[in-house]
């Protein structure tokens, strides 16, 4: 069956959801979390995109990002992907794919959806069963919301 063309809109965000290759545990510890944020940064500065929220679980990562002119959802995602990769396969000593191909995106409709999407995102580590309490969960932006910690990686708040 042939590919389809990811659809590409203009000054739009997205929510976007990528899994590690079946769905394998890789992003557990300090080390590689703190890979995938600098990468995360890297590439926010390269194409200019907003990041509004995210977190990292240890088999898949969210975000909500408005990307711009300079690179779309589909460049941004390659490359960052692509990278990391490298990056994390050749820290754990490993010769397999990292990501499962591609990656889901949802293009963010309204104040509902996002903030909706927003909530989605921060709950995460809570409904998988990975904390009690969301505030002791370090790689997601809920700390940048809630208790204002942008230790980890800033982000680009839109207020209602």
Known sequence: MPKLKRIILENYCYFVTTNTYEKENIFKG???IQVLIEDLEFYRKKFDFQLHAFV???????????????????KIMHDFKSHTSQVLNRLLKRNEPLWQEGFYEHVVRD?????RKIDYIHKNPLVAGIVKELMNYQFSSFRNYYIEDENLIKVDRIVF
């Open 56 to 74: 990292i679980m240890p088999n898949h990562i969210h975000l909500l990002i408005t990307p711009s002119e300079k690179g779309d959802i589909s």
């Open 111 to 115: 104040e509902f959806d996002f903030k």
């Open 30 to 32: 300090r080390e590689i």
